[in-house]
Every structure is written in structure tokens, then in C-alpha cells.
């Protein structure tokens, strides 16, 4: 007998065959199961944040012709925190399949701050801004020394977290958020959670193989 598409789908992207037995015909609710799919599905929901969370911010400046209510100063700061994993993967010679969808998220924040200038009538700052941005990107995945690339990659968490809070102080004082996309926000909210489910469950792992490692030593 055919399996049905759904089965089909849901086998060959988020669990094995054994685990759809285990929840779907059986409905037993096995947790090694359930970790699985929500790993998955996580991994899936971060991917979509990363190629994305900025297109809906991208689309409402261009719809609307304005970026009012944006900062300027967060989105550059949110740049920077998106370009240290980008620097780090090209100064060490990552797979360019490794972390090629990060480009596309560049370019569209990218553009955004280009947008941010040329609404408020400084065009050729946002051409100056794109020119240097470009140059010092492929001068730091060159030439950069290790403990430059280190030290931009562990500040690059609280750069974003930084950009969010003066997005934030933004908004309370101007009273509104502006052309500020809420799906944007809500993606980026969405995909960070996705990392923190991920990264907790490659803990537990970690934790879990370490402390069977201990046991087995003694």
C-alpha cells in the first residue's frame, strides 16, 4: 500500500520511520521522538530566519518610501553582528555551502541601511556606506589577524542584542514603531528561539555523552 504524501513528507524531512510509527499510529508520545522533530523543525524554522527575517523590513521601505522610525545606528549594529560569522567562516576557510545563505541576510540589511540614507536625503552616503562596507568585509576575510575574527565573533550576540535595544529606545521615543515590520521581528524572535532549543538540546547531549564518558572511566 502507498504511503500518503503527508507520511512521505514528514519521513523524509523531520523523523524516521520509526518515530512516525511511534507518534502518529501508535500515538505514543516518545520523547526522543519529540526532540527529534522539534530539532528539525527548529534547524528548518532558523533557516528560514536567516534567508528571510529582513525581506518583510525590506519591502515595507520600499513600499512605503520611508524609513521613519528606524535607527539607523541599530541597523548598523545589527550589520556588524551578522557579518562577524561571515568574516570568521571566510578567514577560515569554510565551505562557501556552509554559510552562503548568510550573504543573501548581508545584502538585505545591506540595503536597508542604504534605504535609511537615501530617505533621508543623503544618497550618496548610502553609496559610500555599501562601498566601504564591501571593502572592509573582503580586506577582514583576508587579511585580518586570528584574534581580530575571534574577538568580532564573540561580540557579535551582543552587538544584536545591543541593535534591538536602541531599536527599542527608538520607538519609546518617538512614541511608535514606524516602518518597523513586525514580521520582521516576529522572524528574527522565531529564529532565535530555534537556536536557543537547538543549542540546549547539542548541550544536554554534550553533558550527557561527557558524563557517560566519566562513568565509564572509573
Sequence with gaps: MASSPVREFLVTYFM??????????RLHFHAPCVRL???KAAGFWMLL????????QLLKILWSGSAEGLSLVSVIMQLYALSCPV????ANHFPLFAWAERILTLAQTLVIVFLILRYRGDTLKGLLFVLAYTCVMFLLGSYAAAKVILAMHSSSVAALIASKALQAGTNYCNGHTGQLSSLSVFLTWAGSLGATFTSVQVSASRITHTAALMYSLH
Excluded at 524516521?16 to 499510529?25: A, G, T
Aim: proline letters at 8%; one cysteine or more.
Design 16 to 25: 524516521p520511520d520509526k518515530c512516525y510509527e511511534e507518534l502518529f499510529v
Design 37 to 39: 522533530v522539534l530539532t
Design 49 to 56: 530566519d536567516v534567508l528571510l527575517a529582513q525581506l518583510p
Design 87 to 90: 568574516v570568521y567562516a571566510m
